[in-house]
């Protein structure tokens, strides 16, 4: 069903990195290069070697991911009004980048090395609303035996 390719709305970068005596720095989120784009909270996750988190959807949420450590991600274009349905896009070694999901794109990522793995995100909804008063803004394929979304 998916065939590879790029999807409209994906943003893949790497970190841009400032090296000195000390080591490096980089500037993972400014609001003058997010456009319209702006978070509204941050959180941080270590992932096994090995394992999975997702594949899942958001129907309103756009994911901002950093990704530290040797990730493989995938991403799958469910948005039936995209110029890009259809589409499938994996990225192997997403070591110190960047992926922007917006909303309709199914996403998952691996940690494909030897060592725990460090995701940091700034997704511009709230998990679970205000106050965690909300239904959570997901739509989750893990469980599924016949997803579309294989990894």
């Known amino acids: 069903m998916f065939t590879e390719g790029e999807i409209a709305g994906v943003l893949i970068r790497k970190f841009s990195e400032f090296h000195d005596q000390r080591g490096w720095l980089s500037e993972l989120y400014r609001i003058d290069e997010t456009g319209e784009y702006r978070a509204a909270m941050t959180y941080l996750s270590v992932t096994n070697p090995g394992l999975t ?17 040797t990730f493989t991600l995938y991403l799958w274009d469910n948005r039936k009004g995209s110029s890009t349905y259809g589409k499938k896009m994996v990225i192997e070694n997403a070591d110190r980048m960047i992926a922007v999901v917006p909303p309709g794109v199914v996403h998952a990522y691996k ?14 909804r709230l998990y679970a609303g205000w106050g965690k008063k909300e239904k959570v803004d997901e739509v989750r394929y893990e469980s599924d035996p016949q997803s579309p979304f294989k990894i």
Request: aromatic share 12%; proline share 6%.
């Open 53 to 69: 988190r997702g594949p899942h959807e958001h129907i309103d949420q756009t994911d901002y991911f950093c990704f530290m450590g």
């Open 111 to 124: 940690n494909s090395g030897e060592t725990e793995g460090i995701v940091l995100n700034f997704p511009d």
